[in-house]
Every structure is written in structure tokens, then in C-alpha cells.
């Protein structure tokens, strides 16, 4: 209920003046997206398909949904561990979660991912239609962030898709090598 108790980050002032009082702490979550490395549109370690994931990553607004989505509550992740886990280092600092449509638009246009037909929408080098197939649930929450993906590939010219699917049905596929790209979230693991 933190979004309905703590607006903008303070306590709500019916609550405040009850005597509530607010303390965040980071929990033992992440959330991180997956690129299945063996599909033959995003996957592999080429240099062309590694640009191709970190431009994908430069051109999303991870601020955005931490602020908008998630209402403040989260932190844009380091590292693939995250607070008060074995592993986790605070001072540790990288690129991730950094939003720089120019530099994905530079390294997309660097390594032939261009738009040839002038719909807007980049190619593949090869000339082939360039499309990121997305599988989130069908929830709200997944609804604005399917949104927030949309926009944001829409910046650097990357045609996204979205196909909803029960998260069960979705792990299935992903352990089956079926998925593209999807989002998922673990919880206090060490």
C-alpha cells in the first residue's frame, strides 16, 4: 500500500497526522530483463547483436519507471545483486539503467541498424525487418510498462510487439529457448 500511504515519497498527511511515520529500506528485489542469446534476432556475441542489446538498454527510461510506474519506489540497479546480498557492493557504479538515446541511435546506425524503407522503424544489417517481440503478463502494471517500452524503442527507432501470456505459460517458454525478450524479478537471492 505504499503508493495510497506515501505520495511523492512522504507520508500521506491523513497518516502523518495519526502518527505513522515512514521508513523505506531497500528490499532483497530486482527486476531485469532477458534476451533469450540464442535467438537469431537478439541473441548471439557478435559485435552487431551485442550493440543491438546495449542500445535496447541505453534507450530505455529506467528513471521512468521507477518514478512513474513503480511511484519512487525502487532504485535503478548496479549490479544483478541487489542490497544485503552476498555479492552486492555499494560503491560499485555502472552504466546500467542509463537512459542516452543518441548514443543508441549511434552505435544502432554504427553497426547497420538503419531505417531503409523510411517507415521509421530500423532494419536488420541484412536488410530483414528488425522487430523486439516483448512477453509481459496481462496486468496493469505490466500494461504501462509495455507502454513506457513502447515509447522508448519508438526514440531510437526499434519496432517492440507485445504478446501476453500467464507467467507460468511464460517461464515454460523461456526455459524452452521460445522467448525473445522478457521481464522478470527475483527476491532475496544469494
Known amino acids: 500500500y505504499a503508493i495510497q500511504a506515501m505520495t511523492i515519497n512522504q507520508i500521506a498527511p491523513h ?5 505513522i511515520r515512514m521508513e523505506q529500506v531497500p528490499a532483497m528485489d530486482i527486476t531485469f530483463n532477458y534476451f533469450n542469446m540464442k535467438d537469431p534476432v537478439v541473441g548471439g556475441y557478435t559485435p552487431e ?3 543491438l542489446r ?3 538498454a541505453l534507450g530505455y527510461k529506467t528513471q521512468d519507471e521507477i518514478a512513474i510506474i513503480r511511484k519512487g519506489q525502487a532504485l535503478a540497479a548496479q549490479a544483478p545483486y541487489s542490497p544485503g546480498v552476498a555479492g552486492y557492493e555499494p560503491g560499485f557504479r555502472t552504466e546500467s539503467g542509463v537512459y542516452d538515446v543518441p548514443k543508441a541511435k549511434a552505435l544502432l546506425d554504427m553497426f547497420g541498424y538503419v531505417d531503409r ?8 544489417p541484412d536488410g530483414s525487418p528488425l522487430e523486439i517481440k516483448a512477453n509481459p503478463t496481462p496486468t496493469a502494471r505490466d500494461q504501462q510498462i509495455d507502454e513506457l517500452w513502447k515509447r522508448s524503442m519508438d526514440d531510437i527507432g526499434i519496432r517492440i510487439s507485445f504478446r501476453k501470456a500467464k507467467w507460468p505459460d511464460l517461464l515454460k517458454e523461456a526455459r524452452a529457448g521460445k522467448l525473445m525478450f522478457w521481464q522478470l524479478g527475483g527476491s532475496a537471492s544469494d
Open 15 to 19: 497518516l502523518a497526522r495519526k502518527g
Open 49 to 51: 547483436k551485442v550493440a
Open 54 to 56: 546495449r542500445a535496447i
Open 117 to 124: 524503407n523510411g517507415d521509421g522503424y530500423r532494419e536488420m
